[in-house]
């Protein structure tokens, strides 16, 4: 049972429209990809996008449900931005709201039969809740976003799956 009730598959039917989604086969477990999730200091490993620079020496360990933490970013200028986990459904979901309102989710399943394991990887930029949304259309950060999503999970791949995958 998770901690708290994910949105719908594509949030809520009003902002359905504002879910960016990108998804890949990683060849390592939900638990080892989940692992890394949920590690803060280990988000600038993984980030895609190039502006997360390092987790604020105040961040947990390791999130869980209502875990806030910050992070020093780098958008032309340095800048530190805070987040709070609002998603946590443990080794299966984890998302955290930006101080923006928007949402960052991961969504991992294991792949049935796979061997050696394997998990289906959704990334989802969730912009239904955002606090400024024509600011996200003036910087163009909905396409940039998505590519630096597939930049993402291809980074994530990298760090689990076992060499020669």
Do not use: C
């Not at 875990?67 to 780098?74: A, D, I, L, T, V």
């Not at 989710?105 to 394991?117: C, D, F, I, S, T």
């Not at 597939?150 to 020669?164: C, I, K, M, Q, Y």
């Amino acid at each position: 049972m998770s901690d708290t009730e994910p949105p719908s598959e594509t949030g809520s039917a009003a902002g359905a429209d504002k879910v960016v989604r990108v998804e890949r086969v990683i060849a390592a477990s939900p638990e080892a990809i989940f692992a890394v999730l949920a590690d803060p200091n280990r988000h600038q490993d993984f980030d895609g996008s190039g502006t997360v620079r390092a987790a604020r020496s105040d961040a947990p360990e390791r999130l869980t449900l209502g875990s806030r933490f910050g992070m020093n970013m780098r958008l032309g200028v340095p800048y530190r931005t805070t987040n709070e986990v609002v998603e946590f459904d443990e080794g299966r979901l984890i998302g955290w709201r930006h101080v923006g309102g928007h949402v960052w989710r991961y969504r991992l399943e294991a792949v049935e039969g796979a061997e050696p394991p394997a998990t289906l990887v959704v990334e989802e930029f969730d912009w239904s809740t955002n606090r400024a949304p024509l600011m996200l259309k003036v910087m163009k950060a909905i396409p940039r976003n998505e590519k630096a999503m597939r930049a993402t999970l291809e980074r994530l791949a990298s760090l689990v799956e076992p060499a020669g995958t």
